[in-house]
């Protein structure tokens, strides 16, 4: 999307581009067939005027170049208006130069770089390092190291396949790279562990500096307690400081001092426990609910069910809990300094846990963006894009 500034301080979004990043392939080796759906979009440092941007889908990482480019038209033929003289019938004074003319812009997508055959497994997260010339691209089991410049190879810096797949304990399902050290990265693991790694310390970061998770209440233990307690997505915070983590009940803040415990731990989804059965059956248990940071670092967005997402501060005493209608303006209910049990039982909009048969699990927000510089955040349901000024 573009942004328009239509004589007001705030920007209106306009549909600016649209190109086919990824077609679907056929493993003819593992005879699996390999969706187009495109998993996760970075962007990159812009070049020559240019935007970048990298694309992902289950195999595959894109780097692509979109751009705007003249459209020009070619005039004045000699053979223009004189169709029916032959050729050599033409006068040395009738010969002209055709001419060129700008006729208009048009934006243009060329796909620069295409990162291919290093991930046996699915991918399904990809990070620019702040350095600006290396990404990372994370399967279930390994996670491995790029440059842009460079398609043909990649390095192996996390590695976590057993020798015998029946000893695997857990897989990777996010990574992601400090915002100003370009030597640290992190990734977490179904089992709800943060792994913190230095690639100065060793070519493999297998053996990692530092890890972040929580110890699980014995009685409190379930069958649905390591589903549920897979982290889905992970974000440093601009500063670099704190690390945000999100599960299927909760969304985790901590401080990268301190990995014993959770600095803050907002509750977003409990009043759905006692309804996990359910959920298992129709595998919205497995939904992977995205998070994102404000450039400040105070904020945090996250979607739910019922088309809600929630914007939490820091220490999670407010709540603004936002409905997006199409064609109309959305609901917006706000909390502030609300006890974390009222945050539980009375989301806005959101039905106690005794309501828990009005959710709507078809309505659901996965995917939630923050603006880097402006207060704005972007949402998608479905194949809708909503885009909130705050």
Known sequence: NQAVYAGTSEPQYAP??????????????????IEEKINQIK?????????????????TIK????????????TVYNQQGLAHVARTQIAPGQIRLPQSHVRGRMTASTAKRVYANAHTYHINSIALNSDGETFMSADDLRVNLWSLGISNQSFNIVDIKPPNMEELTEVITAADFHP???NTMMYSTSRGAIKLGDMRQAALCDSYSQVFEEQEDPEARSFFSEIIASISDIKFSPDGRYIIARDFLTLKVWDINMNSHPVQTINIHEHLRPRLGDLYESDCIFDKFECAVSGDGNNFITGSYNSEFHIYDRYGRTDVAITPHMGRSASVSR???????????????????????????????LQASWHPTFNEVAVSIRNSLFVYAM
């Not at 962007?43 to 195999?59: E, V």
């Open 43 to 59: 962007w990159c440092r812009p070049s020559s005027g240019a935007q970048c941007l990298l694309s992902t889908n289950d195999k």
């Open 63 to 74: 780097l692509w170049k979109v751009h705007e480019r003249s459209v020009r038209e070619v």
């Open 335 to 365: 909390r502030h300094s609300m006890p974390q049990q009222g945050l539980v039982q009375h989301f806005a909009g959101m039905p106690a846990a005794g309501d828990g048969d009005a959710l709507d699990f078809s309505k659901k927000i």
């Open 180 to 182: 100003s050290h370009c």
């Open 16 to 33: 600016y581009t649209e190109f086919q990043s990824h077609n679907a392939e056929f493993d003819y080796l593992k005879s699996l067939e």
